[in-house]
């Protein structure tokens, strides 16, 4: 494909709907590596015989793969709620709180008893993303 051919038409979106389409995009690419750690986790559980990691793998799961999903379904269906200023900071917290999660629990399930407040900070982060996501929600769904 040549430079004059080439499909530009995402860089030249206005900058609310390029926002919009980033804020989902993120959450998505988040959500299947998510999938993959905690399915991941799951497998070596079954061969393994050792079901050590079921709490990190359940977490992982559900606020990794299965909320965040939701929250990229959710922002890709209702373009409002991602012109949001809140939005990016609903994305950086619960992020922040997930990737934390994913890697203190597996720590802490393995005798790591040092990393327990880490989680203590990473699930808080999770709930100050869910409260933001709450007032999104409230405000433009
Ligand atoms: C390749 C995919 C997966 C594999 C191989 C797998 C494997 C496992 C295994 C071996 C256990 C422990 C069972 C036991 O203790 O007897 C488990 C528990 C569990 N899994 Fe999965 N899993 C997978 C995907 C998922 C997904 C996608 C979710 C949720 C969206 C999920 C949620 C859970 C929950 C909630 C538990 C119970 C945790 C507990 O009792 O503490 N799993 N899984």
Do not use: C, K
């Not at 050792?50 to 793969?65: E, M, S, V, Y």
């Amino acid at each position: 494909m040549t430079t004059a051919t080439m499909d530009h038409s995402e860089t030249y979106l206005p900058r609310t709907r390029a926002r919009r389409i980033s804020i989902a995009r993120v959450f998505v690419r988040f959500a299947v590596l998510y999938a993959l750690i905690g399915m991941g986790m799951g497998i070596y559980m079954g061969v393994a015989e050792d079901f050590t990691l079921r709490p990190a793998h359940a977490h992982i799961n559900l606020l990794g793969w299965a909320s965040t999903m939701l929250f990229a379904l959710t922002y890709r269906a209702v373009p409002a709620m991602s012109e949001s200023r809140l939005a990016i900071w609903h994305l950086a917290i619960t992020t922040f709180g997930i990737v934390g999660m994913t890697i203190a629990m597996p720590l802490y399930f393995y005798g790591q008893e040092w990393v327990h407040p880490i989680i203590g900070i990473a699930m808080l982060a999770q709930v100050i993303g869910m409260s933001l996501f709450t007032l999104i929600v409230y405000r433009h769904f």
